[in-house]
């Protein structure tokens, strides 16, 4: 790969957060399926080999995790039959 290109994807997570509403419940963790989003304290945090799937976001029940201000009053969703347990089991 272009170093560039794989150093901007690789850093492009730097943006994702998640708000104060976040419960800690950990979702974000189980549906990454490249095990990116480790819980630091009970705080969601991206550790730079996002896929970009969105799946944090999608299933996230507090709509609190955020990609920088592109996300803020989006709506969010998932197939209805793709379950957090569907999307832990796929994990890379």
Same mark, same amino acid.
């Given at each position: !790969?272009? #170093? /560039?290109? %794989?150093? @901007? =994807?690789?850093?492009?997570? $730097?943006?994702?957060?998640?708000?104060?509403? *976040?419960?800690?419940? /950990?979702? *974000? =963790?189980? =549906?990454?399926?490249? @095990? @990116?989003?480790?819980?630091?304290? /009970?705080?969601?945090?991206?550790?730079?080999?996002?896929?970009?799937?969105?799946?944090?976001? @999608?299933?996230?029940?507090? #709509?609190?995790?955020? !990609? /920088? +201000?592109?996300?803020?009053?989006?709506? %969010?969703?998932?197939?209805?039959?793709?379950t =957090? $347990? +569907?999307?832990?089991?796929?994990?890379?």
């Open positions: !790969f272009n #170093k /560039g290109f %794989r150093d @901007n =994807v690789y850093g492009y997570d $730097k943006s994702f957060y998640a708000e104060d509403t *976040c419960t800690s419940c /950990g979702i *974000c =963790v189980e =549906v990454c399926p490249v @095990n @990116n989003i480790t819980l630091e304290e /009970g705080i969601p945090q991206w550790e730079h080999k996002c896929q970009q799937c969105l799946a944090c976001i @999608n299933f996230c029940p507090e #709509k609190c995790i955020q !990609f /920088g +201000d592109k996300t803020l009053k989006t709506q %969010r969703y998932h197939h209805p039959e793709i =957090v $347990k +569907d999307m832990a089991n796929q994990k890379i």
